[in-house]
């Protein structure tokens, strides 16, 4: 049966010379690692998202007066409602540590250096497409939490003087967070950002595609010695096969992504839901507790020391953009993050004080 | 003019007219907000509802607001929207002070920022005493 469907398609498509051209002859170089299966994974993990967020569409109301309702009974009585939710939730939260692991690891390895800045934006902007993700499905189930963690993220932009309460005002379609942002956010949510990330990872797979895959994690690569005057395709001759060799290590990396989210929704299941994400948004009573999600609270710290709103602001708006455009500020050749002492040093300054920011505004 | 610049200059043209007019209408789409409730115009509160030292919290002009009874200088009305990113400040009666919970900007009692990050002092709401009730706007 298999067989006859194979060659149904052979025919047709020429499934063979794929799997031979697309697979088998997609030679991955010898000295590849686990990380490299972290941009996978991060597919994978959008694909999950997707999949669960069409299936809570299908109870979810986006009106102030039912959005809270609504997902409780997604919770309570939709059978199997939890599950799809736990796992959006869960899945959001594991989505962007797999996009920032990706990324500092691709950064450490030096990855990011030419032919591959564009690669490296591509990426860099599908990682802030997630966040907002995240941010924009923060809102949608109408909590106390939602509601004032949205209430501060669109004040933001009022620290930039004319274009800022504009700007503050198209996001929430008002001067507070109303029904007007809940639709907002939830067409954001659903019907903006999708086909937008999309493009971002079609982008940035065609560009992997098409450059090839990055050859050593560590020294100087042959591109990075040859003059850059013509466009080269990287090919490992010499490398491993993707399929079985790469193949195999990204199935267990999956494996591995979806047993971590089954073992927190099963034996943490409230790693997520602080109280006031179990409460009705009020809109006139702020909570004592108001923490935002746990990749937002480095800033929110940051947000509470700097005196100075603009600056505060500013300075992280400067700290994105230069993560952004790194690679066209790094040409220093050398791969090799442990023979560069200078960088190591900074980055291992900003994951600390990431660190130390994100357990201070956790506990103060 | 040869044929083939014309045409570019034309198709440019056409291409900019349809993504201005695309543009400048997502522009008003997204600005234009739907009518809103109609907003109060004055509010009256009695004067025994707020003990001296104690407030009351109100919502005028759909803004949330707080009216407090100083023990030495009268009722004065304050928007409770934190100046910094929006949260709502608390009266704190121990304290005398009003507190943002969100990051932590605290206010005197005129609304002048004492602490935090808040850039500017609270929005003073004008009242007038008016025998034995408050008049708010």
New interface residues.
């Given amino acids: 049966m298999w067989t006859k469907i194979k060659t149904w398609l052979d025919v047709r498509i020429g499934l063979d010379d794929i799997i031979q051209t697309k697979i088998i002859d997609y030679r991955i170089p010898k000295n590849i690692n686990i990380f490299y299966t972290l941009g996978f994974l991060a597919v994978i993990a959008y694909a999950v998202q997707a999949l669960t967020g069409i299936i809570l569409l299908i109870y979810y109301i986006p009106h102030p007066d039912h959005a809270f309702r609504s997902v409780q009974d997604i919770m309570t009585k939709v059978p199997y409602g939890w599950l799809f939710r736990q796992m959006h939730v869960v899945g959001s939260n594991l989505m962007i540590t797999v996009a920032v692991l990706h990324m500092i690891t691709v950064f450490l390895m030096g990855n990011y250096k030419r032919p591959r800045e564009l690669t490296w934006l591509g990426g860099g902007l599908s990682l802030l497409l997630t966040i907002t993700f995240g941010f924009s499905g923060y809102l949608l189930p109408w909590t106390q939490l939602s509601y004032w963690a949205t209430t501060v993220v669109t004040s933001m932009p009022t620290a930039f003087p004319l274009i800022g309460e504009p700007i503050a005002q198209v996001l929430r379609g008002g001067d507070h967070v109303t029904e007007i942002t809940l639709s907002r956010f939830f067409a954001l949510h659903v019907a903006i950002l999708p086909p937008l990330f999309l493009a971002f990872m079609g982008i940035h797979l065609f560009l992997i595609n098409r450059i090839g895959i990055s050859a050593t994690p560590f020294g100087i690569a042959d591109e990075e010695k040859r003059p850059l005057t013509e466009y080269k395709r990287k090919i490992h001759a010499d490398g491993y096969p993707y399929y079985p060799v790469f193949f195999q290590k990204q199935m267990y990396m999956m494996m591995a992504y979806l047993a971590v989210m089954f073992f927190i929704i099963t034996f943490l299941p409230n790693l997520f839901f602080p109280e006031e994400a179990n409460i009705p948004a009020d809109p006139f009573k702020t909570p004592a507790q108001i923490r935002p999600a746990w990749y937002l609270l480095a800033p929110y710290q940051l947000l509470k020391l700097i005196p100075n709103k603009f600056f505060g602001i500013t300075i992280q708006a400067v700290l994105v953009a230069l993560f952004l455009v790194w690679p066209f500020v790094d040409t220093y050749r050398e791969k090799n993050v442990l023979k560069r002492p200078v960088l190591r040093g900074v980055f291992i300054f900003l994951l600390v004080m990431w660190v130390v920011l994100l357990f201070w505004g956790r506990n103060s | 003019m040869k044929r083939r610049r014309f045409l570019k200059i034309v198709l440019a043209f056409l291409a900019s007219i349809t993504l201005l007019s695309f543009v400048y209408s997502l522009l008003k789409f ?2 234009a ?2 009518a ?1 409730t109609a907003e109060t115009k004055k509010l009256i509160i009695r004067k025994n509802e707020i003990p001296s030292g104690d407030a009351k ?1 109100i ?1 005028f002009r ?3 607001a707080v009216i407090i009874n100083r023990p030495d200088k009268g009722f004065i009305a304050l928007s409770r929207v934190c100046t ?5 400040v ?1 009266y704190n009666p121990v304290k005398q002070r009003l507190i ?5 900007g605290n206010f005197d009692l005129e609304g002048n920022v004492l602490a ?4 500017k002092p609270l929005t003073v709401i004008p009242l007038r005493i008016d025998g034995e009730n408050i008049v708010i706007g």
Avoid: Q
């Fill in positions: 997204l600005v907000l739907p809103r919290d919502i759909n803004t949330p910094h990113l929006g949260c709502l608390e943002c919970p969100c990051h932590a935090g990050p808040p850039p």
